[in-house]
């Protein structure tokens, strides 16, 4: 028995990979073009070659948010065939279950949110990243550091806040560095800075910690409470000395999240789940970073919760290749209206952290489980 239940498993993955290679590349292609088309006039005009790499550096993350359409189409293409041509029921006659039938597809969803774990981990941060970077270089001839100038943003522990950029070599002018501890504020002013990998280099600073605890206390001296006020003030004999910061994030993290590009977010799952536990975050920016962190996990195991839907759906309705496309547009729909709604509805605190990018996963596994029953009552 074992030789052919082997046999029928090559079967059925021949039935099945080319349809689910052929979804992803078609839904993947259709979410790039999608995420493209609000930017076309900007990007109008950019040598094709250049165009192609930055269209290319968007596949790893449509790819991986595709995945689960593309394997409920194979599922529903593959099970819809068998089950019209009774082959499913010649495998049922010959001792071969629909539950055993059903492991090929079962571990294929396996497969497929290992490998969107991986992808979410240590792929897409970097892949993320370069898009978001490629873009403005595209548009602007620049890296994009310059549509972060007067902004404050939030880099680790600490605001950077800088007034304009030297383009040619994205080199940060005006540069100020604040961290508050308590009542203790750090600040480092620099007439320049750049960034090395994670390392903010500061040319021309000065340092100054202020205590306005001291404030708090009534003073008759004004030169005994300036005293107390100013715990250190330092600036070098050297104009030109340079002071290095270590940071979390690179210059290509912080374009992707603040320049109102409207990226993918470059946080690897550690990193979301590093940012929802970093006491020096505010509440927002903890939240956030919880929601992202569970909707990375949530997607990549969509491959399995989505299989459970797809599989009966194949058995009692799939019956054409048409009705097949219809049914695994509409089942991915509904996941992705669940799971984008309910990740803003955990942002704004209306579910809880972890229910939202669930929710998805939660309602169409419930359906699945629903449609399996009645398909076993028909029998």
Do not use: C
Not at 13 to 38: D, H, N, Q
Not at 197 to 213: M, P, R, W
Not at 268 to 288: K, N, P, T, V
Request: no cysteine.
């Amino acid at each position: 028995m074992t030789p052919d239940v082997t046999r029928i498993d090559r079967y059925l993955l021949r039935e099945s990979v080319p349809p689910m290679l052929f979804g992803l590349l078609l839904y993947a292609g259709l979410a790039v073009i999608s995420t493209t088309l609000p930017r076309l006039q900007w990007v109008v005009g950019t040598p094709i070659l250049r165009l192609a790499g930055w269209l290319a550096l968007q596949l790893p993350t449509a790819m991986e948010q595709t995945l689960p359409i593309a394997l409920v189409l194979a599922v529903l293409l593959a099970f819809g065939r068998l089950g019209t041509d009774n082959e499913l029921l010649a495998m049922q006659a010959g001792t071969v279950s629909l539950l055993r039938t059903s492991g090929v597809f079962i571990a294929a969803g396996l497969v497929a949110a290992g490998g969107a774990l991986a992808l979410n981990q240590w792929v897409l941060p970097t892949t993320n990243a370069m898009v978001a970077e490629q873009y403005w270089r595209l548009t602007a001839g620049s890296s994009g550091l310059f549509r972060l100038a007067g902004q404050n943003v939030p880099v680790g522990d600490f605001t950077l806040r800088f007034q304009n950029v030297n383009q040619a070599n994205d080199t940060m002018l005006g540069v100020r560095v604040e961290r508050w501890n308590g009542q203790k504020l750090t600040l480092l002013r620099a007439k320049s800075a750049t960034f090395h990998g994670t390392d903010l280099v500061l040319e021309g600073y000065d340092l100054t910690v202020l205590d306005f605890s001291a404030l708090d206390t009534a003073q008759g001296d004004a030169q005994q409470a300036l005293s107390k006020l100013v715990r250190v003030l330092d600036r070098p004999a050297d104009p030109n000395a340079t002071l290095t910061l270590t940071t979390s994030l690179t210059e290509k993290d912080l374009i992707s999240r603040f320049s109102q590009g409207g990226f993918e977010d470059t946080r690897s799952i550690a990193g979301a789940w590093r940012d929802a536990h970093d006491a020096s975050l505010s509440y927002h920016d903890r939240r956030q970073a919880a929601v992202l962190f569970q909707r990375m996990l949530a997607e990549p195991f969509a491959n399995l919760t989505l299989l459970l839907v797809a599989i009966p759906l194949a058995l009692l309705y799939a019956g054409s290749r048409g009705v097949a496309f219809g049914l695994s547009l509409v089942v991915t729909l509904v996941w992705y209206v669940l799971l984008t709604f309910g990740q803003l509805f955990s942002q704004t605190g209306a579910l809880p952290v972890w229910l939202g990018p669930w929710l998805g996963n939660l309602v169409l596994a419930a359906a699945g489980g629903f449609l399996l029953a009645r398909r076993v009552r028909l029998r």
